[in-house]
C-alpha cells in the first residue's frame, strides 16, 4: 500500500513550492544486498504534467544537493532553491513546457529516508545500521517514484556531477524511459584522485571522537569538526585556482601576519565559513554514503574489458554532454571519454565544452553562453 500526494508549483517567476512525500512499502533490494523494507521519498514538482505525462523532466542532484531545486517557500524566502538560475518560467528548463520533478535520493538529509531518519524495527535513528546506497539504487527507487507519478518516459533527465552519474545509469538500467539525458560536469566513473579526495573527508569524519561509529543521534552529540573539515576540503576541489586567485590571492583578513594558527588570509577565512555552513545543515552519515556512492559508480566495473562503449550501448536517448574548462575535479577529458564512447556506438550526442572561470561549480553558476546552450537544445526536445 503506498500513498502520494501531488502538487504543481505554479509558473510564475518567483514561484512558490512545497515538498510533497511519497512513501513505499515495497521492499527495495539494494546493490549491496541490504534490503529496505519501506521508505520515503521526498520530492517537489514545477510546471503541468501534460495529459499523456510526455513532458517530464527528473532533476538529479549531486553530493549535496536535494529535492529543492526551484523556487521559494515562501513570497519573502530570499533562498531558492539550488538550481533556480536554470529550472523555472522562462528559464532554460522550462516550466512552462516541462513537469519538473526534483527528489532527495535515498540516504539523504532531507526528508527521504536516510541514517538519521527513524528506523522503524528499533524506533531510533537508523545511524550506522542504514545501508550503504549506490547511484543504481538511487535510480532504481527514481523509476518507482516515476511509476507512482504515472511517468512511463522522461523526456529528459538531467543532473551535474553525482547527478550526471544517475542519468548515465538512466540510460541503461531504463533505456527505454528516457528520450534525451543532460549529463553535465561529469564523469563515467571517479580517479584515483578523486578517491583520493572522498576517503580524506571521510575520515576527518570517522576519527572525529563524536562521530561514534555512526550512532552520534543516540549520544545527543554531533561530528561538527570532521564534517566542517570534509566540507572546506571538498570546497577546494570544486573551486579553481583562477577563482581562488581573482577572488582572494594572498589578501590578509587584518593587514597583517598573527604569527599564531587562527585566521590570516580571506581565503582561510572564506574556508572556515563554508565548512561552518554546511556542518550545520548537512547531516555526517549522509556525507559519507553520498561519497561512496560516488566512489563506487562505474559502469563498465563488471566487465571493464567491454569498455565505457559497451555499457554505454543499450542507451537509445540522445545526449548532450557539457563540461566546464576549469573544471579539474571532472575535468572535460572526461566528458569526452562518455562522447566518444556514445560516438563509437553510432548513437547520438552533442558536446559543448564551455569556457568558465568556476571550476567544477561552474554547472550552477548563471553563465549566459551556457543557459542558452541548455536552452537552444531544450526548446528541439518535444514536451
Same mark, same amino acid.
Given at each position: 500500500?503506498?500513498? $502520494? ?43 503541468? /504534467?501534460? !495529459? ?7 532533476v538529479?542532484? !549531486?553530493l549535496? %544537493?536535494n529535492?529543492?531545486? +526551484?523556487?521559494?517557500? =515562501?513570497?519573502?524566502d ?5 538550481w &533556480? ?5 522562462g528559464?532554460?528548463i ?7 520533478i ?11 529516508? %536516510?541514517?538519521? #531518519?527513524?528506523n ?11 545501508p550503504?546506497?549506490t547511484?543504481? &539504487?538511487?535510480?532504481?527507487?527514481? +523509476? ?9 518516459? *522522461?523526456? !529528459?533527465i ?7 552519474m544517475q ?5 541503461? +538500467?531504463?533505456? =527505454? ?5 543532460l549529463?553535465? +560536469?561529469? !564523469? ?6 578523486n ?9 576527518a569524519?570517522?576519527?572525529?571522537p @563524536? ?9 545527543d ?8 573539515l570534509?566540507?572546506?576540503l571538498?570546497h $577546494? ?17 587584518? %593587514? ?9 588570509? =580571506? $581565503?582561510?577565512s ?7 555552513k ?16 560516488? @566512489?563506487? *559508480? ?6 571493464p574489458e ?5 555499457a554505454?550501448a543499450?542507451a ?5 554532454v ?12 572526461? #566528458? ?6 556514445? /560516438? ?10 564551455i ?20 536552452r ?8
Amino acid at each position: 500500500m503506498s500513498r $502520494i500526494t501531488m502538487q504543481s508549483a505554479s509558473s510564475t517567476q518567483n514561484m512558490v513550492v512545497a515538498a510533497q512525500t511519497a512513501h513505499f512499502d515495497t521492499p527495495l533490494t539494494l546493490k549491496s544486498g541490504a534490503v529496505l523494507d519501506s521508505y520515503d521519498l521526498v520530492y517537489e514538482t514545477y510546471g503541468t /504534467l501534460n !495529459a499523456d505525462a510526455s513532458n517530464a523532466i527528473l532533476v538529479c542532484h !549531486a553530493l549535496s %544537493g536535494n529535492h529543492h531545486v +526551484a523556487g521559494v517557500y =515562501e513570497a519573502s524566502d530570499k533562498k531558492p532553491g539550488w538550481w &533556480d538560475n536554470m529550472v523555472g518560467a522562462g528559464k532554460p528548463i522550462d516550466t512552462d513546457r516541462f513537469f519538473v520533478i526534483g527528489l532527495n535520493n535515498l540516504g539523504g538529509c532531507h526528508g527521504s529516508t %536516510g541514517p538519521k #531518519s527513524i528506523n522503524p524495527a528499533t524506533g531510533h535513528a537508523y545511524g550506522a545500521a542504514f545501508p550503504l546506497v549506490t547511484v543504481e &539504487d538511487w535510480v532504481a527507487s527514481q +523509476a518507482r517514484l516515476a511509476d507512482k507519478l504515472g511517468i512511463r518516459q *522522461f523526456a !529528459a533527465i538531467m543532473g551535474g556531477s553525482l547527478g550526471g552519474m544517475q542519468v548515465l545509469h538512466w540510460s541503461i +538500467a531504463y533505456p =527505454e524511459r528516457v528520450r534525451h539525458c543532460l549529463v553535465i +560536469a561529469s !564523469a563515467p566513473k571517479l580517479t584515483a584522485q578523486n578517491i583520493a579526495f572522498n576517503d580524506v573527508a571521510r575520515q576527518a569524519i570517522l576519527t572525529d571522537p @563524536d562521530f561514534h561509529g555512526g550512532d552520534y543521534y543516540q549520544h545527543d552529540t554531533y561530528p561538527r569538526r570532521g564534517l566542517r573539515l570534509a566540507r572546506m576540503l571538498g570546497h $577546494i576541489t570544486y573551486l579553481s585556482d583562477d577563482v581562488m586567485g581573482s577572488k582572494f590571492g594572498r589578501i590578509l583578513r587584518q %593587514g597583517g601576519f598573527n604569527y599564531g594558527y587562527d585566521v590570516d588570509f =580571506e $581565503i582561510e577565512s572564506y574556508l572556515r565559513y563554508q565548512g561552518d555552513k554546511f556542518a550545520d545543515s548537512f547531516d555526517a552519515n549522509t556525507y559519507l554514503l553520498m561519497t561512496k556512492a560516488l @566512489d563506487y *559508480f562505474d559502469p563498465t566495473h563488471t566487465a571493464p574489458e567491454a569498455g565505457l562503449s559497451a555499457a554505454l550501448a543499450p542507451a537509445q536517448a540522445a545526449f548532450l554532454v557539457i563540461s566546464f574548462t576549469t573544471d579539474w575535479r571532472f575535468a572535460p577529458e572526461r #566528458s569526452r571519454e562518455i562522447v566518444k564512447a556514445l /560516438l563509437d556506438n553510432g548513437q547520438q550526442v552533442s558536446y559543448a565544452e564551455i569556457v568558465s572561470k568556476h571550476g567544477h561549480d561552474a554547472f550552477l553558476m548563471p553563465d549566459a553562453h551556457y543557459h542558452a546552450l541548455v536552452r537552444a537544445y531544450m526548446e528541439r526536445v518535444s514536451g
